[in-house]
């Protein structure tokens, strides 16, 4: 292959892992095979992209008085109510724009799978075989395939930390300051992103002193377009998972009882210190990944608080994809890493894996429970079962630590340098 057909060469495997994501939803849509891949059903009838129907006709049965309105948030049917819908400013735009539940939900929900597909190519874009399957396989977990057949609006979300990551990773002036404006978009949509919003300029390669100024702006705009006060009643009212389709700091306590909760956070702690001990001498140069380290960066700023102050249903696993396009990178032949960042990038790859696709295997025991079988084979299927979902929990807290890591590593180099 010529010099002159490289640039063409080096989008082909994004291409292609494109085409593969949306081939694969296009087919498991058609069939309404998420269910094989452990993702439960919404209803008897399997209906897709459930979320996208709920959040339109949320904001359609606030305007028509269906809702409980406390101050510019409106809760479907009321605050107290578990599931319940939120709706609130510029949600409220889509019964502004004539957007109709019935009509308008696949098409947005298509949208969306575009965008957040389109996003997960180009931010991975790997560059052979290997890396293209890694990125499909991941895309067909089933925390992230979750928020595909609900249509959830987190996939937006995601393909605008992606934006916003390759914004601020340009020294312009210009790019910095539309990278925070994304953010900003992004917290008045669902308020995750608020604290990379805020330090959007310890991310930004544009000069700090502008920066700073227009970080602040960014989530004060965010901030008055969604309401102060109202800030509090979503605090308050915010969706909780409390199945174990959840993953969340609170959630062993919660659920699994004190001594599971410490054990996490300790295993966490001590694994993480040891990786650092064991790394204090190497030094990788992430500064040959700009729009990748900028990524990672606010992926991490949005999904690791969310972590820690909420139990998240799984679909918001599709936050922490992002933050796997460095690993993906440090593991490519010639990477500018040592052999112990090399094995830290492939631990965090294996930890999200365990974190996002353990339903998948948790959904066939649960089916030989089911099925009538031997005594011995149904207990031996539950112990399996509670056993996947403890390592899925564990592994999500030492996931945290290592990324927690591999973040602090990028500011010490970044204010070093």
Excluded at 222 to 230: K, L, N, Y
Excluded at 240 to 260: C, I, P, Q, V
Excluded at 315 to 333: D, E, F, G, I, T
Aim: hydrophobic fraction near 55%.
């Amino acid at each position: 292959m010529t010099a002159s057909n490289q640039p063409y060469r080096r989008w082909l495997w994004p291409a292609g892992l494109l085409a593969a994501c949306l081939l694969l939803t296009l087919a498991l849509w058609l069939s309404r095979a998420w269910i094989w891949l452990g993702v439960p059903p919404i209803n008897a009838e399997r209906t897709p992209f459930s979320d996208t129907i709920a959040q339109l006709a949320s904001a359609i049965n606030c305007a028509h008085g269906f809702g409980q309105w406390h101050g510019r948030v409106c809760f479907v049917p009321d605050i107290d109510t578990v599931p319940r819908m939120q709706a609130y400013e510029p949600w409220l735009s889509f019964e502004r724009w004539g957007l109709d539940t019935i009509d308008s939900a696949t098409p947005i929900a298509v949208l969306l799978l575009l965008v957040f597909c389109a996003a997960l190519a180009l931010t991975l874009r790997p560059i052979n075989l290997r890396e293209s399957l890694l990125g499909l396989a991941l895309f067909a977990t089933s925390g992230v395939q979750l928020a595909v057949e609900r249509g959830n609006f987190d996939l937006l979300l995601m393909a605008m930390i992606c934006l916003a990551g390759a914004a601020l990773a340009r020294p312009a002036r210009w790019s910095g300051i539309a990278g925070a404006a994304v953010l900003s978009l992004a917290t008045m949509l669902k308020l995750y992103t608020g604290a990379a919003t805020a330090l959007a300029w310890t991310v930004a390669r544009a000069p700090w002193r502008l920066m700073l100024p227009v970080s602040l702006l960014a989530i004060a705009l965010a901030v008055v377009v969604v309401g102060p006060s109202e800030l509090l009643v979503l605090r308050q009212g915010a969706p909780e998972g409390a199945t174990r389709f959840s993953t969340g700091a609170r959630w062993l306590y919660l659920h699994r009882g004190a001594t599971a909760a410490i054990s996490a956070v300790i295993v966490a702690l001590v694994a993480t210190s040891l990786a650092a001990f064991w790394l204090r001498r190497q030094r990788p140069d992430f500064g040959r990944w700009p729009q990748r380290a900028a990524v990672f960066q606010i992926a991490f700023l949005t999904a690791v608080p969310l972590f820690l102050l909420k139990d998240s249903y799984d679909y918001r696993l599709v936050l922490w994809l992002p933050c796997l396009a460095l690993p993906m990178a440090m593991l490519r032949a010639g990477a500018p890493v040592s052999v112990g960042w090399r094995r830290l990038a492939a631990a965090v790859i294996v930890l999200f894996f365990l974190v996002a696709a353990v339903e998948l295997p948790c959904y066939w025991l649960d089916r030989l429970q089911g099925s009538g079988s031997a005594v011995w084979s149904h207990w031996l299927a539950g112990q399996l079962s509670a056993g996947l979902v403890y390592a899925k929990q564990f592994s999500s807290w030492l996931l945290a630590g290592l990324l927690s890591l591999v973040f602090c590593h990028l500011q010490w180099q970044r204010w070093r340098g």
